[in-house]
Nanobody, 122 residues
Framework: QVQLVESGGGLVQAGGSLRLTCAASGRTFSWYHMGWFRQAPGNEREFVAVISRSGGSTTYANSVKGRFTISRDNAKNTMYLQMNSLEPEDTAVYYC???????????????WGQGTQVTVSS
């Protein structure tokens, strides 16, 4: 079992920045590929970014590429999502998730946090 807790969400103006944090506990954090997903009202949960176990490989959704940066610190059992140049379309609940396989597919993730709200005003 892995327990995940997100933090760092909030209200920000368009063009601003936020950094989300995902704190993990339980089984060894470095065993898992880690991902960020988001879900806006009325929409399905969608992939945002994924980072490999070591942090050496990352993949981003086209909609956030060049604006968001995923990173992790295995010594601290923590993952981050730095979000810059935020747009109103980025408004959603953001979830972190852990996967033994590493994927952009929501189906490949075994453990989820409770989510943190990000609201971007225009």
């Amino acid at each position: 079992q892995v327990q995940l807790v997100e933090s760092g969400g909030g209200l920000v103006q368009a063009g601003g920045s936020l950094r989300l944090t995902c704190a993990a506990s339980g089984r060894t954090f470095s065993w898992y590929h880690m991902g960020w997903f988001r879900q806006a009202p009325g929409n399905e949960r969608e992939f945002v970014a994924v980072i490999s176990r070591s942090g050496g490989s990352t993949t981003y959704a086209n909609s956030v590429k060049g604006r968001f940066t995923i990173s992790r610190d295995n010594a601290k059992n923590t993952m981050y999502l730095q979000m810059n140049s935020l747009e109103p379309e980025d408004t959603a609940v953001y979830y972190c998730a852990a996967s033994a396989r590493g994927s952009v597919s929501i189906l490949e993730y075994d453990y989820w946090g409770q989510g943190t709200q990000v609201t971007v005003s225009s």
